[in-house]
T-cell receptor
Framework: QKEVEQNSGPLSVPEGAIASLNCTYSDRVSQSFFWYRQYSGKSPELIMSIYSNGDKEDGRFTAQLNKASQYVSLLIRDSQPSDSATYLCADFISLGAGGTSYGKLTFGQGTILTVHP | EAQVTQNPRYLITVTGKKLTVTCSQNMNHEYMSWYRQDPGLGLRQIYYSMNVEVTDKGDVPEGYKVSRKEKRNFPLILESPSPNQTSLYFC???????????????FGAGSRLTVL
């Protein structure tokens, strides 16, 4: 069973709309969650991280985490064609003691987002 | 410029011919990792290293070897490549800052490998 599942794509939204990307995870000890954006032919780049329940906003991006439901999402407001990319959700589980950052990052399969003019 | 450098970026090889994909980072990062990316499967971890001489298997280590003799370098070795290792490979590194700094990975540009 895959540990991190993303909503199946591809997702297509019109310019200016809100794009909603969803992710569920199976391991209750997951501590941190990340959203990466990957343009075609490029490497993933981090756009959002979230550690606590609730919402975290950064510009047009809002990450939402619900640990009870094991659910994390990314909302992109006022979507632009330049937002068209694959979005990867990842969870982080520490492998060390005492809150070390050493750990395992597990990625979902990615959701392809297309924003059309 | 802070970066993770992978070489080669593109490689076509034949079954059984040993190859090495190099990875080097200039950020003094302790943690380094290799991933492969295949359509519909996302990024899957092959091996990772928490520091010099400390390596461990990820989710898909079969057919791969790694070494970490220096902090900056983390080569990926395919001793006898097979067609099912045709994939896009990413090296990544991160700075250990404790919980909260967490595992913010910096990725290399990727190496596209084709095994015939």
């Amino acid at each position: 069973q895959k540990e991190v599942e993303q909503n199946s794509g591809p997702l297509s939204v019109p310019e200016g709309a809100i794009a909603s990307l969803n992710c569920t995870y199976s391991d209750r000890v997951s501590q941190s969650f990340f959203w990466y954006r990957q343009y075609s032919g490029k490497s993933p780049e981090l756009i959002m991280s979230i550690y606590s329940n609730g919402d975290k906003e950064d510009g047009r991006f809002t990450a939402q985490l619900n640990k009870a439901s094991q659910y994390v999402s990314l909302l992109i407001r006022d979507s632009q064609p330049s937002d068209s990319a694959t979005y990867l959700c990842a969870d982080f589980i520490s492998l060390g003691a005492g809150g070390t950052s050493y750990g395992k990052l597990t990625f979902g399969q990615g959701t392809i987002l297309t924003v059309h003019p | 410029e802070a970066q993770v450098t992978q070489n080669p970026r593109y490689l076509i090889t034949v079954t059984g011919k040993k190859l090495t994909v190099t990875c080097s980072q200039n950020m003094n990062h302790e943690y380094m990792s290799w991933y492969r990316q295949d359509p519909g499967l996302g990024l899957r971890q092959i091996y990772y290293s928490m520091n010099v001489e400390v390596t461990d298997k990820g989710d898909v280590p079969e057919g791969y070897k790694v070494s970490r003799k220096e902090k900056r370098n983390f080569p990926l070795i395919l001793e006898s490549p097979s067609p099912n290792q045709t994939s896009l490979y990413f090296c990544a590194s991160s700075l250990s800052e404790g919980y909260g700094g967490a595992n913010v990975l910096t990725f290399g540009a990727g190496s596209r490998l084709t095994v015939l």
